[in-house]
């Protein structure tokens, strides 16, 4: 079936550096994926949604020049978070929707820790 | 955006017993799904119903649409420990493909 691979799966890194999550469908072409947050015991929270080929569309409230989206072919979208803060520190997820209706499938997260 | 919400938002069981969690939404839908998370990992898609759709089976899972009270429940039939997870349902209302998650429920199974 479809997967996607979402690396790294754990990063630690110091305030005021960048970071760089990559997104990838192996099997499948993915001309949008989506990009999420989610915080210790909720839910998901939608960041962006990724488009091949152009800029990503982000939801209010998500700072642009922050969480830069590439997607620069079909298979990877990346998400890179400039001069991290502690505040950034959190679980992001990736996800890849199928044909017409089909569900989406999901990275396995990273665990963002900004120290 | 959140729209959804869930209840019971934690649900301890003991294996062999079933877990019902439900899900109401607000606006109408194509289609609604559900998801198990295990702990600090991805989301897994469980089943689809579509809006046309009243009941759907898949193994031990029983899911229920009902669109008139804008809701939805996730039966769980002969828990496993193996069960424990958060479940999270998610409408899809449009061709955008930006699903509208629910808060998630978490479900502990006790051997």
């Known amino acids: 079936g479809a997967v996607v691979s979402q690396h790294p799966s754990r990063v630690i890194c110091k305030s005021g550096t960048s970071v760089k999550i990559e997104c990838r469908s192996l099997?499948?072409?993915?001309?949008?994926m989506f990009w999420y947050r989610q915080f210790p015991k909720q839910s998901l929270m939608l960041m962006a949604t990724?488009?091949?080929?152009?800029?990503?569309?982000?939801e209010q409230g998500v700072e642009k020049d922050k969480f830069l989206i590439n997607h620069a072919s079909l298979t990877l979208s990346t998400l890179t978070v400039t001069s991290a803060h502690p505040e950034d520190s959190s679980f992001y997820i990736c996800?890849?929707?199928?044909?017409?209706?089909?569900?989406?499938?999901f990275g396995n997260g990273t665990r963002l820790t900004v120290t | 955006s959140q729209q959804g919400e869930e209840d019971p938002q934690a649900l301890s069981i003991q294996e062999g017993e079933n877990a019902t969690m439900n899900c109401s939404y607000k606006?109408?839908?194509?289609?609604l799904q559900w998801y198990r998370q295990n702990s600090g990992r991805g989301l897994v898609h469980l089943i689809l119903i579509r809006s046309n759709e009243r009941e759907k089976h898949s193994g031990r899972l029983r899911v229920t649409l009902d669109t008139s009270k804008k809701s939805s429940s996730l039966l769980i039939t002969a828990s496993r420990a193996a069960d424990t997870a958060s479940y999270f349902c998610a409408t899809d209302a449009g061709n955008n493909r930006k699903l509208i998650w629910g808060l998630g429920t978490s479900l502990a199974v006790n051997p």
């Open positions: 099997d499948f072409q993915a001309t949008t």
């Open positions: 606006t109408s839908i194509n289609n």
């Open positions: 996800s890849a929707p199928g044909r017409d209706n089909s569900p989406l499938h």
């Open positions: 990724s488009n091949e080929g152009s800029k990503a569309t982000y």
